[in-house]
């Protein structure tokens, strides 16, 4: 028995919310780590 479309297509949405969170979550971090390491600069002086 096929599972039906209204399935496959929650399926797809959660898989690419799934994709976009994770992207974002790399972006983020690709931003963080220099922002952070000017942060620790600035108060270290």
Known sequence: ???????KIQ???L???YMHASSILQY???LFIPF???F???LSC
């Open 1 to 7: 028995m096929s599972s039906p479309p209204l399935l």
């Open 11 to 13: 399926k797809l949405k």
């Open 15 to 17: 898989y690419f919310n």
């Open 28 to 30: 983020f971090q690709f």
């Open 36 to 38: 952070y390491t000017v």
């Open 40 to 42: 620790s600069l600035f």
